[in-house]
């Protein structure tokens, strides 16, 4: 084999080890397939899993979004993860989708607030009885131009440097530089009326979701098109080979005809 096939074929296995899925660093997860919701605390109102999503079914409070722990559903999952992928579908009903606090410590929240058509990224206080005390839009909120319902993909990337990103159903949303968090005990999912719901919940302590001219990429597509890309290559360089080695046997035939 010619010192270009050699090269071809080298790049071939490495685009099919690269294109083997590199395990994200998933921490935690829960898609409520089995029905149950364990390792949650409802602090108040209630949920179901029945559906195998997490559910809420309380009636919740006309005073929406004053306290994360009376008068909305409000659940809780230990979450320490500050840097990495928070990855969900949220259910909007007409009254929005409810409030992801996806980094909480006591006092302190990082979290998304979902609309019918807009989310915001927030970082908010909360004082001793859970009750907000102020908070910082820390972007212009994203906007849709339709009023959305139904399931919702949402993922959240946060970077060492503080950088946060949003990503609805897909598209960049929203996204912010924040440092004052640098830990977190909790997620916490609000849902101030019943019908709101989440599920396939997924997160990891690496940036699993990328941001590219045409939106989001996860780690699996990116290494998708890495590998189409060296295989193409991979292809050409093994065609040129293959035409220079044709071209040397035919010249090699025209001189051994000559002779
Ligand atoms: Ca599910
Ligand atoms: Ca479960």
């Given at each position: 084999?010619?010192?270009?096939?050699?090269?071809?074929?080298?790049?071939?296995?490495?685009?099919?080890?690269?294109?083997?899925?590199?395990?994200?660093?998933?921490?935690?997860?829960?898609?409520?397939?089995?029905?149950?919701?364990?390792?949650?605390?409802?602090?108040?109102?209630?949920?179901?899993?029945?559906?195998?999503?997490?559910?809420?079914?309380?009636?919740?409070?006309?005073?929406?979004?004053?306290?994360?722990?009376?008068?909305?559903?409000?659940?809780?999952?230990?979450?320490?993860?500050?840097?990495?992928?928070?990855?969900?579908?949220?259910?909007?009903?007409?009254?929005?989708?409810?409030?992801?606090?996806?980094?909480?410590?006591?006092?302190?929240?990082?979290?998304?607030d979902i609309?019918?058509?807009?989310?915001?990224?927030?970082?908010?206080?909360?004082?001793?009885?859970?009750?907000?005390?102020?908070?910082?839009?820390l972007h212009?909120?994203?906007?849709?131009?339709?009023?959305?319902?139904?399931?919702?993909?949402?993922?959240?990337?946060?970077?060492?440097?503080?950088?946060?990103?949003?990503?609805?159903?897909?598209?960049?949303?929203?996204?912010?530089?924040?440092?004052?968090?640098?830990?977190?005990?909790?997620?916490?999912?609000?849902?101030?009326?019943?019908?709101?719901?989440?599920?396939?919940?997924?997160?990891?302590?690496?940036?699993?979701?990328?941001?590219?001219?045409?939106?989001?990429?996860?780690?699996?597509?990116?290494?998708?098109?890495?590998?189409?890309?060296?295989?193409?290559?991979?292809?050409?360089?093994?065609?040129?080979?293959?035409?220079?080695?044709?071209?040397?046997?035919?010249?090699?035939?025209?001189?051994?005809?000559?002779?």
């Amino acid at each position: 084999m010619s010192s270009l096939g050699l090269v071809g074929s080298c790049l071939l296995g490495l685009s099919l080890i690269w294109l083997y899925p590199c395990p994200s660093g998933v921490v935690w997860s829960d898609n409520f397939d089995d029905g149950d919701y364990d390792g949650w605390s409802v602090t108040s109102g209630m949920f179901l899993a029945e559906t195998n999503t997490l559910k809420a079914v309380s009636e919740g409070s006309i005073e929406r979004y004053q306290s994360i722990s009376e008068g909305s559903n409000v659940v809780v999952h230990p979450s320490t993860v500050t840097t990495g992928t928070w990855s969900f579908d949220v259910y909007v009903t007409g009254d929005g989708g409810g409030e992801i606090l996806f980094m909480m410590v006591p006092g302190r929240t990082y979290m998304i607030d979902i609309t019918s058509d807009n989310i915001y990224l927030w970082r908010r206080g909360i004082d001793e009885e859970g009750r907000r005390v102020g908070g910082v839009m820390l972007h212009f909120p994203y906007i849709v131009r339709d009023p959305f319902s139904g399931w919702q993909h949402i993922d959240i990337t946060r970077e060492g440097n503080g950088r946060i990103r949003v990503y609805h159903g897909g598209k960049w949303a929203t996204g912010a530089y924040d440092t004052l968090l640098t830990t977190s005990q909790s997620f916490v999912y609000i849902a101030p009326s019943s019908g709101m719901a989440l599920d396939n919940i997924v997160v990891s302590n690496t940036i699993d979701v990328f941001l590219s001219p045409v939106g989001r990429i996860d780690r699996s597509q990116w290494r998708f098109w890495a590998a189409i890309m060296i295989a193409a290559i991979t292809v050409a360089a093994i065609r040129i080979d293959w035409i220079n080695r044709t071209n040397s046997l035919d010249a090699q035939n025209k001189d051994d005809n000559i002779d």
